[in-house]
């Protein structure tokens, strides 16, 4: 059984940095396509950032590019996301996501197993 759980979410000035990871475990994370999503309250939910199975092709929404990394260690099956310069527009759920191909995506649709979210709260 396929299991994601995010974690490093929590409160944070503007201008602050936050760490997420997202632990895969019941299959190797070197077969999955990586995303990250993230759910603003009141909106839908919508792409961040992905990574190929690989560490290959990073992609980022117009939103956080040059502001956040995504990365991966397969070695640990975690992928992460480093988030700095914080806005509080930023402030959501972020979810992490796995698409089984080395096809990068970032559609939600074409991601079948989610993590349970971990929300980030940037304050002004």
């Known amino acids: 059984q396929v299991q994601l759980v995010e974690s490093g979410g929590g409160l944070v000035q503007a201008g602050g940095s936050l760490r997420l990871s997202c632990a895969l475990s019941g299959r190797p994370s070197s077969i999955a396509t990586m995303g990250w999503f993230r759910q603003a309250p009141g909106k839908e939910r919508e792409f961040v950032a992905v990574i190929s199975n690989l560490g290959g092709s990073p992609n980022y929404a117009d939103s956080v590019k040059g502001r956040f990394t995504i990365s991966r260690d397969n070695a640990k099956n975690t992928v992460y996301l480093h988030m700095n310069s914080l806005k509080p527009e930023d402030t959501a759920v972020y979810y992490c996501?796995?698409?089984?191909?080395?096809?990068?995506?970032?559609?939600?649709?074409?991601?079948?197993?989610w993590g349970q979210g971990t929300q980030v709260t940037v304050s002004s």
């Open positions: 996501a796995a698409r089984w191909s080395s096809l990068v995506f970032t559609t939600i649709a074409a991601y079948t197993d």
